[in-house]
C-alpha cells in the first residue's frame, strides 16, 4: 500500500509503502482510481473504500495536496449483482451475442470462444413509485453525496427523476463470467438502501426470487483535476510524475487503459532521456481525450465518445493499426509478430488497391464500381473472377472498401488536417509569459498561464480562448516556436 511520494528538488525520486519501506523510482505513475479518500453509499450507510471489499487511501491525497496539487470529488456507482441461480430465465427475453463477433485485436483472426447470453427485462411503473417514494433515503438526493456523477451512466433514481415520462428502463442482465452464477444488472445502478433494493428487484419480472450476491452503492472519490497534466500525462508540478485513470477524472475501462498506456510509454521515454510521445487529435482517440483532458479539464466524469473527435472519419476501428502500428513500430514497442502481420496486411491493402485502380470493366475502373452503394468485393469478384485470385484476406477486403467508398470525403477531410495543422504544430515554450503580451486579453493570460498548452493547436481549445487571442499569440511565436523579437516589438 502506496503512503507517500518522494520528491526531492521538483523530481519524483520514489514512494514510501506501508510499512516504511522505500522504493526508489525515476518516474512514477500514479493509477488510484476510485481509491483515493474514498467513501461508499448504501442508503444511509457509508463505508469507507474504493471497491466493495477494499479499503481506501487517504494518505496519497495528503502527499498530493503537500506537493501542491488541487484534488476534487466525483461519484460514480453500481448495481446489485444477483445470484443467477434464482433468476427466471424463462419469463426474460433473450439477447444472444454476435453470431460472427469482431475481434478487437489485430493480432486475433478470429473468436471461438462460445458466446453466452445476455437477458433484457425492464423496470417499471411500481419500480419508478417506490424509488420516488424513497428519494430522500438516496444520497444523491438526501444531501449526503455532492459531487458530480457519469451522466451516461446514471442511477435508476436518476433516470426515474431526469426521464419522469418513461414508463419503464430496460434492464440488461449480464453474466459476470464462466465461472460464476453471479449476474449484473446493467441499467439499475443505485445506492438506495438494502431494503429499498430488494423491493425494486423483486418487482421486476424474472427476479421475483432473485437473491442479492451484492447490493449496489455510489463511491465518492478524490481526483486531480487534469489540467494540471502535460499531455504526456506527466505532472506539471512535479517531473517524472505521471497520474493516469480514473484519476484524472475519467471513467471507464478503455479510457483508464489507453492513459495507463501513453503515461507509461513516456515515463519509460523520459527515463530514457529519448522524446516524449504525443499523439495529436487526428491520430487516435486517445489523442482526443487527452487533449481533451489537460486543455479543458473535466467538470463531470469524462467519457471518450466518437462524437468527441472531429476527425472520425479517419478514426476508424478497421483502420487502427494502420494509423497507429507504425508509431509502435518507431518507438519500439512492437513485437515482432505484430510488425510482421501489419507489414502483410498494408502489401495485401496495396496489391489490391493498385489492382483495382487499373482494372476496368465497361469502361469503368472497378474501384469506380465498388464506390456504388450497390457494390461490394463479391459483386467484383462475379464482374472479374481474377479479383478473387488476389488472395485478400477478408480484414483487407474490408479495408479496400472503406477506403473506396470514403475516399472523396476522406481526402477532404486529409486536406483539412493538413490545412490546420501547420499553424496548429507551431510550439509554445513552457516559460511563455502571457502576461508581457500587451494585446492579449486578461481572461486569456489567466488561462493559457495556467493550462500551458504545447502548441497553438492546444491553446485554440482551451475553453475561452477566442481567435483574436491566437492571432495575437501567433504573432509573438516563430514556427520554431521561440517567442518572434520582430514581431513584439
Ligand atoms: C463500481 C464501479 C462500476 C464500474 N462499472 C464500469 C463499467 O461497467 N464499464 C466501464 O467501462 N467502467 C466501469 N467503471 C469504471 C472503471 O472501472 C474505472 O474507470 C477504471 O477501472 C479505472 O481504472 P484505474 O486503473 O484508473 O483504477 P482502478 O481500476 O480503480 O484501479 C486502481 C488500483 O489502484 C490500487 N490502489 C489505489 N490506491 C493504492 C495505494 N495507495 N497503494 C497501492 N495500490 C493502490 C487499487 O487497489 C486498485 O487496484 C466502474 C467503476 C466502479 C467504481
Redesign the pocket.
Known sequence: ???DILVEDGRVTGIR?RGDAIYRCAALIL??????QAIMHTGEAKTQG???G????G??SDALNRLGFELARFK???PARLNGRTIDFNQLQRQPGDADPQPFSFMTDRIEQEQMECFLTDTNQHVHDLIRANLHRAPMYSGQINSTGPRY?PSIEDKVVRFSDKASHQIFLEPEGRRTHEI?C?GI?TSLPRDVQDEMIHSIAGLEKAEIMRYG?A?E?DFAPPTQLSPTLETKKVAGLYF?????G????????G??LIAGINAALKVDNRPEFILDRNQGYLGVLIDDLVTKGVDE?YRMFTSRAEYRLILRQDNADRRLTPLAIQLGIASAERIQRFEESVAQIERGQSYIKTTRYHGQTLEDWLRRPDYDWVKLCEMVPDVATLGLSERVIEQIEIDAMYSGYLKKQEKEIARYSKIHAVKIPSTFDYHALPQLRNEAKDKLSRIRPVTVGQAERVSGITPADLTVLLMYLDKAGKPSPESAT
Not at 244 to 248: D, P
Not at 250 to 257: L, N
Open positions: 500500500m502506496v503512503e509503502v493509477t488510484t482510481g476510485t481509491f483515493l474504493g471497491r466493495a477494499e479499503g481506501t487511501t494518505t496519497v460514480t456507482g453500481t451512466c449484473y446493467n445502478s452503492y463511491v472519490y493516469a485513470g480514473q484519476i484524472n475519467t471513467t471507464g475501462y478503455e479510457e483508464a487503459a492513459q495507463g466524469p
